[in-house]
């Protein structure tokens, strides 16, 4: 029985790697296609999103499984706790990955001045969520905690497209729609940064016991 | 054994629907303090996002109960995975209503033109919420559709508040910060709308075994 578990436990480590990597490759893919303005590369990564969903699903059915048939214990049982939020906020990475890639489509290769910015935030939100992926496989809570500090990086950047936008479309520098799409896009990133941080506060918590919301060891207590 | 299982999924049940109704109040709240400029009463319900947290963390703890001791089968586990989904969608909707919130004290009373978009839009919101809890309670697989279909009316207004800040930022009719957390107001409202449809997916997976991203009785399978 142990064994069965154990084996089912490092299984469900793989795939949460696995998981958090396509988030990862998605969020720089479609960023490179808003970028190349390249529409094919946009929908080719539009169907990770689906793939992202399907891993959600196995690792939830995986979870559920060593839930009802394994009856896990403390330390092992906030694992699971921890992996069944994990994998919503990552699925919530692909879901807001696939609306960038939508509004590339919609671009159809419009640019607009000051869109490098876009460019740096993409770079630092691949960074928080590859961050967190490392501090689950390394167990490293100091990892895990600096993810939490670099979303002040990326909502700073959030704010500065804003006044970007504003002044390119005050002095109609741009188009004003794909100025907005452009603002969207720069939503979207600093979205996926926050669910970055989500994950590394389960990560924290299914190590500690302790959870930012004061979700301390809410499973085992009755 | 059964009877105390009964017991906690009618516990289960109503706790789902003090979620729900929690939710459509504050989007309510929320959107009132925006029309009244009144950031005492968007800090007021700032706080119910934490109570809306709370409830989360209850359900939660109910349904790994449920899980862990009761051993349910088939159509109870169904219902148990989706109330973990739909806690999720809830928990999200007091987010961005928070989030709203935080635009609301930011803005200070400012005001646009065309705002009274972002009151239908709230109204739309508040209706797809209030009917996934009905679809929840009454089991009603027909309007749990109907809140699905609603997106689009949802969908279709943030298109048209994108085109009138476009319009009152080049006019300069309004101050173009100002305009753009209107917009971003009217993004988290959308993004209600989608939590909505979320809820209302899994209210017809509890009810058919049958999840639209074909998550078809996911537990149960082997």
């Known amino acids: 029985m142990r064994n069965q578990f154990d084996k089912q436990m490092d299984e469900l480590n793989i795939q949460l790697i696995r998981m958090g990597t396509?988030?990862?490759e998605t969020i720089a893919g479609v960023t490179k296609s808003l970028f190349e303005?390249?529409?094919?590369l946009a929908r080719e990564k539009k169907q990770n999103a689906?793939?992202?969903d399907r891993l959600e699903r196995d690792i939830e059915q995986l979870c559920m499984k060593l839930l009802l048939h394994q009856q896990p214990v403390a330390g092992d049982l906030r694992q699971i706790s921890a992996a069944l939020r994990m994998?919503?906020?990552m699925e919530r990475i692909g879901d807001q990955a696939e609306d960038i890639a939508e509004l590339v489509i919609l671009l159809n290769g419009s640019q607009i001045?000051?869109?490098e910015l876009i460019d740096d935030m993409a770079l630092a939100a691949v960074k928080m969520v590859t961050d967190s992926v490392e501090a689950f496989v390394?167990?490293?809570i100091a990892l895990a905690e600096n993810v939490i500090l670099e979303y002040?990086?990326?909502n700073n950047f959030f704010d500065r497209m804003k006044n970007t936008v504003v002044e390119l479309i005050i002095k109609q520098y741009a188009d004003a729609e794909s100025a907005l799409d452009f603002l969207m896009i720069a939503k979207y990133l600093e979205r996926i940064g926050g669910h970055a941080v989500n994950i590394a506060e389960w990560i924290i918590y299914a190590m500690t016991?302790?959870?930012k919301e004061g979700q301390n060891d809410m499973v085992c207590r009755r």
């Open 22 to 24: 396509m988030c990862e």
């Open 37 to 40: 303005g390249n529409v094919i």
């Open 50 to 52: 689906r793939e992202i």
């Open 87 to 89: 994998i919503t906020d």
């Open 113 to 115: 001045k000051g869109a």
């Open 138 to 140: 390394r167990k490293d």
């Open 152 to 154: 002040d990086i990326i």
């Open 209 to 211: 016991g302790k959870h």
